[in-house]
């Protein structure tokens, strides 16, 4: 739980990756159904169908980017600072920001053309029966007007999956960037 | 006082000839200008105060974070009395950065290159090997220290500047009485939430300076999505009848700080369907607390505040402006659909990095007396709104860039940027504070009084 009574920077922590130590081996089926999900998602966004996109999402979801931050000597790994974030959203809010991409948001209208690449991708089960930790890489090249020179991004995304009717539903997502300072203009595609 | 000032170009270009101040029009050219952007950073960034962060960010002896003053990497720490310092981070021995993370807690900063050590306020300790003096004879410790900007405290935000002259007090002029009604109003202040965000763009620092010099008129169309969404009040058909959030009084001061004040009367309309007529200051503030006041820190307004300043809170807050040169405040109003707090407060500081990059720095704030929900609400309402994914800002940072490149067009710079829907000062009845003022629809008057504090400082040899 994240303390907000304070700005001051000891409230960094180190977590990432994998919590559950029970793995769902490379190549199984909820394995690959889980890869392929993460798949279609991805073109979900790089093709803006973003009602095909928020199809994935639970109604109790909880989607946060957490603040990255160069430290060093002892506290060199304690680099997620989780008091600020780039994203810190829920189902209403996701809501109200592809509501908004359908009208007039000119960040992407004229549109960006996105290609995410999810790789590294490590399954366990959770601790919830029919939820699953899923932790991906994501590198994102996004064009911007006619500019050719690309934006990128790089993160890994630590998320759980809920199986929910046979389908796979994202009930949680984090995305922890790589650059304490973002060389992407806005943040106004979803990661 | 319309005499050629002391800038010329290499090419004969005066800074009469890029600022037109008969004609309230500015060359682009100025928006990309290897030569223009030399002198910036002696005559307005080693000039002014810049604001580099809040001292809830370090609050123990040792704590420090890196921020920048230009293109000048600092420190700011907090020594071992409690006093907050702000030096150069660069190692008076070989340059290298004495500092090399961006936040954390040390009572001496050692150099990794040849292990020159500092304490918190700057003082050199020694070199290694101290009975081979490997700091050399010719200068005494005293003179190795890393060197000190000058620091000021106002509301617990970190001011420095490499000015030796120039008074906090000189540089806050007559916003003073309009920005402690943002930054000193509670007993305990402000606190910042997190350290902050951070993101770089391709343009100028100009560009979001010039507008955060409350450049109101941009929010209709730039931001209509706000009217979409219905956070303004109506609907985008109805917009450019309405106008909401457009009338209010801007007002700027020759030090180039402006601000919109937006009367709350209008605001709540669009919240509620109560009237404000006939209600006392508190129980206006009551309906309608400023953005961040929450019910229970009312009765701290009244006693940080003068009767004035508190009457101005409860009837017309300021709102949006900024502070010359770069600096951007955003205290503003946020309806949630949950019910929940309804105010945002971020500060941005548009900090150079070059001709044509911008490294866009976002504060955010919430009071720390304000219960920890009413902050985590506040939270999500300035990353909704501002910076790296705002909804708001996004499409901001998405336009400077554009301006940019348009400016370095060989007959696209000669295109000149256009100031003249001017109101013209004018003091409503009954207004108390000082500053140039502007009732009325926003216009252009309050950008002109920031770019005309740029011309000053840019004049002055």
């Known amino acids: 739980m994240v303390n907000y009574a304070t700005a001051a920077i000891d409230k960094t922590s180190v977590l990432r990756g994998l919590v559950s130590t029970k793995r769902v081996p490379l190549g199984s089926e909820v394995y690959n159904r889980l890869l392929e999900t993460l798949y279609d998602e991805a073109a979900a966004l790089d093709e803006r169908r973003f009602d095909d996109w928020v199809a994935y999402l639970e109604q109790d979801l909880s ?34 920001r592809t509501g908004r991409l359908a009208k007039s948001a000119w960040a992407e209208d004229p549109p960006s053309r996105t290609r995410r690449f999810v790789t590294n991708v490590r399954v366990a089960e959770s601790e919830t029966a029919g939820e699953y930790e899923v932790v991906s890489y994501l590198y994102v090249e996004r064009s911007r007007l006619d500019n050719p020179d690309n934006e990128t991004i790089s993160a890994e995304r630590r998320d759980i999956w809920r199986l929910v009717d046979g389908a796979y539903k994202l009930a949680s997502r984090e995305i922890i960037v790589d650059q304490s300072t973002l060389g992407m203009s806005n943040f106004a595609i979803f990661l | ?334 309806p949630r659909t949950d019910g929940g707090a309804s105010g945002a407060l971020s500060l941005h500081t548009y900090v150079p990095k070059g001709p044509d990059k911008v490294e866009f720095v976002n504060f955010i704030f919430a009071e720390k007396d304000a219960p920890e929900d009413v902050k985590r609400d506040m939270l999500q309402n300035a990353i909704w709104s501002t910076g790296t994914s705002g909804t708001i800002e996004q499409d901001d940072a998405d336009t400077w860039p554009q301006i940019m490149r348009n400016s370095r067009g060989h007959m696209s710079k000669t295109v000149t940027l256009k100031y003249q829907a001017l109101h013209g000062h004018e003091r409503p009845e009954g207004w108390v504070g000082g500053g140039d003022l502007y009732p009325g629809f926003t216009k252009d008057d309050t950008q002109w009084a920031w770019w005309m504090a740029y011309y000053n400082l840019m004049a002055e040899a």
């Not at chain 2, 507008?211 to 931001?223: A, C, E, R």
């Open chain 2, 1 to 334: 006082m319309l005499h050629n000032a002391g800038l010329t170009l290499s090419d004969g270009t005066t800074l009469d000839d890029l600022i037109n101040r008969d004609m309230n029009e500015v060359s682009l050219r100025v928006m990309n200008d290897k030569e223009l952007y030399e002198l910036e950073m002696e005559r307005v960034f080693a000039r002014t105060w810049l604001l580099l962060g809040h001292e809830s960010e370090i609050p123990k002896a040792g704590d420090y974070v890196m921020r920048d003053m230009a293109e000048d990497n600092v420190i700011v720490s907090r020594d071992r009395s409690g006093e907050i310092h702000v030096m150069l981070n660069v190692c008076p021995h070989r340059g290298m950065k004495v500092c090399t993370a961006e936040a954390g807690n040390a009572h001496a900063h050692r150099c990794i290159y040849h292990g020159w050590a500092f304490r918190a306020d700057g003082s050199f300790i020694g070199a290694p090997i101290e009975k081979e003096q490997m700091h050399g004879n010719k200068r005494s410790k005293d003179e190795l220290g890393l060197k000190k900007a000058r620091v000021h405290l106002y509301g617990g935000l970190i001011f420095a500047t490499w000015n030796k002259d120039l008074s906090f007090e000189d540089y806050l002029g007559d916003a003073k009485f309009y920005l402690d009604q943002l930054f000193c109003r509670t007993d305990n202040g402000l606190e910042m939430l997190g350290p902050p965000q951070r993101f770089v763009l391709p343009c100028n620092w100009k560009i979001p300076g010039e507008q955060s010099g409350s450049d109101g008129f941009h929010t209709l169309t730039l931001h209509r999505s706000l009217m979409e969404g219905g956070i303004m009040g109506g609907t985008a058909e109805s917009i450019y009848d309405t106008a909401p959030g457009m009338y209010g009084v801007d007002l700027s001061v020759p030090q180039g700080h402006t601000l919109r004040c937006l009367e709350a009367a209008q605001t709540f309309k669009m919240f509620a369907d109560v009237s404000f007529e006939g209600k006392s200051t508190e129980e206006r503030l009551h309906l309608l607390p400023p953005p961040g006041i929450t019910k229970e820190l009312i009765p701290q307004l009244f006693k940080n505040l003068s009767e004035d300043q508190v009457k101005q809170l409860a009837n017309i807050p300021p709102q949006v402006g900024g502070m010359f040169p770069n600096i951007l405040i955003a205290f503003i109003f946020a």
């Open chain 1, 63 to 96: 989607y946060t980017a957490p603040l990255r931050l160069t430290r060093n000597g002892p506290n060199k790994d304690r680099d997620v600072v989780r008091t600020m974030k780039h994203f810190d959203e829920n189902y209403g809010s996701i809501l109200m």
